[in-house]
């Protein structure tokens, strides 16, 4: 085999170009979400953005409103599931591992762990949005269907599956936001040294 055969360095351990221009793309983009994450209302704001576009260029085309309506259904999906706990009070499981909410006021605090977490759920939420645009520009999804029907039937299970949830929060009591834990605040700190 000669020295320069790219098959024989890649049987060698030497990965072949597209792998290696897959492995650094990679890399480049789990640094730039990495470097996201923190910056919770950016991310936020850019993905707010980014659907405004989508439905703007939705508005303007005047077409793939089954894409919008499966971009809701699955956006609503992740909603609920950001809104649930990570362990369903409803099931009586005891083997939660503590994971359980608090259903006494001298429990100790437990935080809301969510199903879903915030970062995976602007992540997907994102991501859905990138691919419902990409959609766009393909005429195959171009389905033809009567819109009002579909915001209307969307309207509904919005209202049916917020009313279920709303319904469960209140029948186990809990909150889907995490406040914190209760500080107490201890001795001002005054600045004065006392020499001994």
């Excluded at 060698?12 to 983009?29: A, E, I, K, M, N």
């Excluded at 991310?43 to 809701?72: E, F, K, N, S």
């Excluded at 605090?109 to 992540?123: A, N, T």
């Excluded at 766009?136 to 599956?161: E, H, Q, S």
């Amino acid at each position: 085999m000669a020295e320069g055969d790219s098959s024989g360095e890649a049987l060698h351990g030497r990965p072949s170009l597209p792998s290696r221009v897959f492995t650094r793309t990679g890399q480049v983009y789990q640094t730039w979400l990495d470097r996201l994450t923190p910056h919770t209302p950016l991310r936020w704001l850019l993905t707010t953005l980014l659907a405004a576009g989508y439905l703007a260029r939705v508005y303007w085309l005047q077409g793939w409103y089954i894409v919008t309506y499966a971009l809701g259904i699955y956006h609503l999906n992740l909603f609920i599931a950001f809104l649930s706990p990570k362990v369903d009070p409803s099931f009586g499981d005891d083997s939660d591992d503590g994971m359980a909410l608090p259903t006494r006021q001298n429990e100790e605090f437990r935080p809301f762990i969510r199903r879903l977490p915030e970062f995976k759920f602007w992540y997907s939420a994102t991501k859905a949005v990138v691919i419902a645009m990409l959609c766009t520009c393909f005429d195959a999804f171009n389905v033809p269907v009567f819109w009002p029907i579909l915001v209307m039937y969307f309207l509904l299970l919005f209202c049916i599956t917020m009313k279920r949830q709303i319904k469960h929060m209140i029948k186990y009591r809990y909150i889907p936001l995490t406040t914190g834990k209760r500080r107490y605040k201890g001795k001002e700190d005054t600045g004065k040294v006392f020499a001994s």
